[in-house]
């Protein structure tokens, strides 16, 4: 990493190491002392380096064991590192050990002023706070009564209500937005996404590959305490994912079909694929057009499919004809597959081959022209395949 990311960074760190220690009674003077620790440790990170930039949030994928919540903790400083340099440019809010700030007897009011006084939030401000803290969590008079009196959900609303309540620079987010049930899950997201989009920078660490698509454009994959090279979200999710593709032997997508289409919104649009059929087998179309919008996730535009339209061997040419195109200009993942058409409700779908971003090898779709609204009609239909 150069010197000029430091300077762009919200959080900056490189060359990061963290080494626990296992056998504590033979280290804690040596410890204390400075001096090197003898016997069993245990290394959860190695030569982590990473730069968040200023006014994003990026997302680190890892399963459960990876070392994800360890990172989190040094770059909000409730760790140190064993080795490397860590930086930061702003105030950080760790949405994480939450309720760390005083103990279970305090009420919630309580609690969330003993965090404004540590945040140094001036007093004529806290009132207000308090106001949208009290509404965000939806407590209503348990506000006024001692956390240990509170559910686990109650107390996870109040902790989150309160970390939010304020304007941070810089959020450090550990699988926090699963709490409490969907409605304040739902809640979770307006305000994070609020907060996010609004110039906050932020690091997300999670398994959920989903709450990365939604967050986040740029993410990292962390392994055995090893972080990857950064990448656009969706790429970083399909290696993370590792899922199969079709075998493509019996059926298959021609090797000549463009990685790009083009087509003009407000237009009439015919998009033709190639496939080959090697042994006889009934072949139907599958497809989807989507759209990755950060805050959001991916938003499928148009799915459907066709009816049986091939099943003999040979070299097919098939139509997808979208009349009126109802897409604003932009680009566009097109996902298509072959698979074979099922007999019954209980049949499961077999997929012969697959173009699609879950895959790592999806068509673009790029739509010029003016701006258009959705229509909500989609008079869409599949051509007759045409024998090659």
């Not at 006014?55 to 760790?79: C, D, Q």
Request: aromatic residues 8%; charged residues 20%.
């Amino acid at each position: 990493m150069s010197i000029s990311d430091t300077q762009t960074a919200a959080i900056f760190c490189e060359g990061i190491a963290k080494t626990f220690v296992i056998d504590n009674e033979k280290n804690m003077w040596r410890l204390m002392l400075g001096l090197p620790v003898v016997g069993k440790t245990f290394k959860a990170l190695q030569d982590v380096s990473m730069a968040v930039p200023k006014g994003k949030i990026v997302a680190i994928l890892g399963h459960n064991g990876a070392g994800k919540s360890t990172l989190l903790r040094l770059l909000g400083g409730v760790y140190q590192p064993t080795e490397g340099v860590i930086s930061s440019d702003g105030t950080i809010s760790g949405l994480f050990e939450m309720g760390g700030t005083g103990g279970r007897q305090l009420t919630g009011r309580a609690y969330a002023l003993r965090y404004f006084s540590l945040m140094g939030v001036p007093k004529k401000d806290r009132k207000s706070l308090l106001d949208d803290i009290r509404e965000f969590s939806e407590l209503g008079d348990n506000f006024e009564r001692p956390i240990y009196t509170y559910s686990t959900g109650m107390a996870a609303r109040l902790y989150f209500s309160t970390a939010t309540a304020l304007r941070h620079d810089i959020y450090l987010i550990d699988e926090l937005l699963s709490v409490g049930d969907e409605h304040f899950q739902a809640k979770c997201w307006v305000r994070m996404r609020g907060l996010l989009l609004n110039g906050a920078s932020g690091v997300l660490v999670t398994h959920d590959w989903v709450a990365a698509l939604k967050l986040c454009e740029e993410s990292y994959i962390l392994s055995r305490g090893r972080l990857s090279e950064p990448g656009a979200t969706d790429e970083m999710v399909v290696k993370y994912l590792d899922l199969p593709r079709p075998s493509g032997e019996q059926v298959r997508f021609s090797a000549d079909n463009p990685q790009l289409y083009h087509a003009t919104s407000g237009e009439d649009v015919s998009l033709k694929f190639n496939m080959e059929i090697a042994e006889e087998t009934p072949v139907s179309l599958v497809y989807s057009i989507e759209m990755l919008r950060v805050g959001i996730g991916w938003e499928v535009l148009l799915l459907g499919s066709s009816p049986l339209q091939a099943r003999l061997p040979g070299a097919y040419q098939v139509e997808l004809d979208i009349h009126a195109l109802p897409l604003a200009p932009g680009e566009y993942t097109l996902n298509v597959g072959l698979i074979k058409p099922k007999n019954s409700a209980n049949e499961e779908t077999t997929a012969f081959d697959a173009r699609g971003w879950t895959t790592g090898n999806g068509y673009r779709l790029l739509v010029n022209g003016s701006p258009t609204s959705g229509a909500a009609v989609l008079p869409l239909t599949v051509t007759t395949w045409i024998e090659a």
